[in-house]
């Protein structure tokens, strides 16, 4: 007993007819918006096709201009073919284009699908071919990282374009789903140096779907490859974003760096007695008037609280670094202690007034450093008790 192809009826063969219009160089993605072959993926560099029923031996078709079957229209060459192909509901169609005219080499772009085959009439398959990852590139949109100002409190934007040739060097501009040439899926994911992971960028993506960094499995259907990230007044060290692919075809991946940017450095200081007799200030940077607080009497404490947006706080919750002079001034003068970002002044016996200095680092790439100067006085409290008489 004859078994029918797969999908199909026993020996019942009926016409197949494709359609594929080719870019040539300055074409763009509307120019092949209408016909059987979907405008994802055709290279410009595509020279041949191959077509397959049910796993048999491959039918290839040449597509130059002057082809049979072919003409070209100046920034296109359109093709259309027909072949004989199995009866069925679901014949298993393969596809694949070649910058070769004979079908041989790595294959720019391919699928197999399931497709409907009727008796009696010629049949138009309509395809999406998915390209195939030769190599990648990532860049900065305009050639150079965005520059960002220190302690900008505002929404500042970059861009990332992620730029995918096919084996031929064309860039692909419009694709199904990325692919390796034997068909396995490719995806691309883009991940940063930043400390802790945390995604202290908002990646808002076209065609990437990149929600933060690490690794974010889907390949997406560009045109157009972009990675736009968004800062907000925050800290960030100097910053290298990373794209990698799945199927490992470029194995150091494509990297790119941003320089570093800073969050606004603040120093808060805060009095710790009890009897909350000396008032609470702000630190100022140097070159600004020292921020003041008062002491009672020998041992009383204030605290130099510094601060940095975006990097002290969460996600990050950073450390830095840093060293405290001792304060100068006052009749016996007073300590200062601590480190990294919090320090105690504690008050000696004294009348006089004085300062204390900090200088501080946030050990981010470069190295952001202030100096945060608090001054001191003392309060005089008399208590009169008073007398007695008889």
Not at 33 to 56: C, D, K, Q
Not at 162 to 189: E, K, Q
Not at 303 to 311: L, N, P, R, S
Request: aromatic content about 6%; proline content about 7%; some cysteine.
């Amino acid at each position: 007993m004859e078994c029918p192809p797969l999908g199909g009826a026993p020996g019942r063969t009926a016409q197949a007819q494709i359609t594929v219009v080719i870019p040539r160089g300055s074409a763009t993605p509307s120019d092949r918006s209408a016909e059987s072959v979907r405008p994802t993926y055709i290279s410009t560099n595509t020279n041949s096709i191959s077509i397959a029923f049910n796993g048999g031996t491959p039918t290839v078709f040449a597509m130059t201009d002057t082809s049979p079957g072919c003409s070209g229209t100046g920034s296109a060459t359109k093709c259309t073919f027909a072949v004989p192909a199995p009866v069925g509901t679901s014949v298993s169609t393969a596809l694949a284009i070649y910058q070769s005219t004979n079908g041989t080499g790595t294959p720019l772009a391919l699928d197999t699908q399931n497709v409907a085959i009727a008796a009696g009439i010629v049949n138009n398959i309509s395809f999406t071919l998915n390209p195939v990852v030769a190599s990648y590139s990532l860049a900065w949109e305009g050639g150079s990282p965005p520059s960002f100002s220190v302690d900008d409190s505002s929404a500042q934007t970059g861009t990332l374009l992620l730029t995918v040739l096919d084996p031929s060097g064309a860039t692909v501009i419009a694709p199904g789903s990325y692919v390796t040439s034997n068909g396995s899926a490719v995806t691309f994911s883009v991940s940063d140096s930043l400390p802790n992971s945390a995604p202290y960028t908002t990646y808002a993506v076209s065609g990437l779907a990149f929600t933060g960094s690490g690794t974010q499995p889907d390949a997406g259907s560009p045109p157009s490859n972009t990675i736009a990230f968004t800062y907000k007044g925050l800290s960030i060290p100097q910053t290298t974003f990373t794209v990698t692919d799945s199927a490992n075809i470029q194995a150091a991946g494509s990297s790119v760096t941003l320089p570093a940017h800073y969050g606004a450095m603040t120093a808060t200081v805060t009095c710790n007695e009890a009897v909350d007799v000396c008032s609470n200030a702000t630190g100022n940077t140097a070159g600004g008037t020292a921020g003041s607080i008062s002491f009672v009497q020998g041992g009383d404490t204030a605290t130099i609280a510094v601060a940095e947006t975006g990097w002290t706080d969460a996600p990050y919750s950073q450390s830095g670094g840093g060293t405290g002079g001792s304060c100068t001034g006052g009749s016996a003068g007073s300590t200062l202690s601590g480190t990294f970002w919090t320090w105690t002044v504690t008050a000696n016996t004294g009348d006089n007034p004085g300062t204390c200095r900090v200088d501080i680092f946030d050990n981010l790439s470069p190295d952001q450093s202030e100096t945060i100067n608090v001054s001191y006085t003392y309060e005089q409290i008399v208590i009169d008790r008073g007398h007695r008489t008889r």
